[in-house]
């Protein structure tokens, strides 16, 4: 029987084979993010974690998908600048290039690799800013929690100062209120004695006329 060439294979049969000591190959056309997210998540389990010869096939497998997504970057790089990369031969060989083509290549792939660098560092920098997003949200809560016992507490002492001015307010309306009965009282006293004092002069003075 002749021997079949290997085939792309999806994510998670790679993850099977590489349990079962199977040769992991990455394909130029595959989804290379999908790939490596697929066998990082994978390395997460504590299953595989005990099998360090997975382990270490599934990161040289990850190493195989992150080098075909290097290429295929700069190879979209350079296609902007009407350059095109070698391509392998049918046996896997690369092609001999001029010492020219190769230094307009390599130029060329120099300021890509740059830019691919400055993209990769951005994106790991945004990754971690959302790791320590969670943290951020807690002192985040934290602080809108004193800010809001702050608010509490204003309001009750707003409403405790209220009460003491209303009790206050009672207590001179009370006080207003005892004074008037007071003063209303001494007057009616007043006048009870101005009306016994004309009864007793009205009195002498019938005597009087009574005696002449």
């Known amino acids: 029987m002749p021997d079949m060439a290997p085939a792309p294979k999806d994510p998670v049969q790679e993850n099977m084979d590489a349990l079962m000591s199977a040769p992991l190959q990455a394909f130029i056309q595959q989804?290379?993010?999908?790939?490596?997210?697929?066998?990082?998540a994978f390395m997460q389990n504590p299953q595989t974690q005990q099998n360090p010869?997975?382990?270490?096939?599934?990161?040289?497998?990850?190493?195989?998908?992150?080098?075909?997504?290097?290429?295929?970057?700069?190879?979209?790089?350079?296609?902007q600048q009407g350059i095109q990369l070698p391509q392998p031969g049918p046996d896997g060989q690369m092609p001999q290039l001029p010492p020219e083509a190769e230094s307009q290549i390599a130029m060329a792939a120099a300021?890509?690799?740059?830019?691919?660098?400055?993209?990769?560092?951005?994106?790991?920098?945004?990754?971690?800013?959302?790791?320590?997003?969670?943290?951020?949200?807690?002192?985040?809560?934290?602080?809108?929690?004193?800010?809001?016992?702050?608010?509490?507490?204003?309001?009750?002492?707003?409403?405790k100062t209220q009460l003491e001015r209303e009790r206050i307010e009672s207590q001179e309306?009370?006080?207003?209120?005892?004074?008037?009965?007071?003063?209303?009282?001494?007057?009616?006293?007043?006048d009870r004695e101005v009306d016994s004092n004309l009864t007793e002069i009205a009195?002498?003075?019938?005597?009087?006329?009574?005696?002449d």
Not at 180 to 185: E, G, I, R, V
Not at 203 to 211: D, F, H, L, N, P
């Open 53 to 79: 010869q997975a382990m270490g096939a599934l990161q040289a497998h990850i190493q195989q998908h992150q080098a075909l997504k290097y290429r295929i970057q700069v190879e979209e790089m350079l296609t």
């Open 111 to 159: 300021q890509a690799t740059q830019q691919i660098t400055g993209q990769e560092q951005a994106l790991a920098q945004a990754m971690a800013a959302q790791q320590q997003d969670p943290q951020r949200q807690m002192f985040e809560e934290q602080m809108e929690l004193e800010f809001e016992k702050l608010k509490q507490r204003d309001k009750e002492s707003e409403r």
């Open 203 to 211: 009195k002498i003075v019938r005597e009087s006329q009574e005696r």
């Open 173 to 190: 309306q009370q006080t207003d209120i005892r004074i008037a009965s007071d003063l209303q009282q001494a007057e009616m006293r007043d």
């Open 31 to 40: 989804n290379h993010d999908a790939h490596v997210q697929a066998h990082m």
